[in-house]
């Protein structure tokens, strides 16, 4: 997560999608067949999106 923000400066959209792409992240990492080569990229980059979204709304930028 970003530096200096915290879960409370998510609005409750924001909380909801990122609490979902960890569940998703979390299916994808359950359904690997056992060699660790799951691709969580493309999820990572939309929570770290999400992040400076709220970060720039924190900020007042």
Known sequence: MAKDISFRDFTLG???RVAGLVARMGKRGIAD?????VD???LQKRVERIEKTAERRK???
Request: no cysteine; hydrophobic share 15%; proline share 0%.
């Open 33 to 37: 067949n056992g060699t660790g080569n």
């Open 14 to 16: 924001e909380k909801l």
């Open 59 to 61: 900020n007042g930028k």
């Open 40 to 42: 969580l990229s493309d």
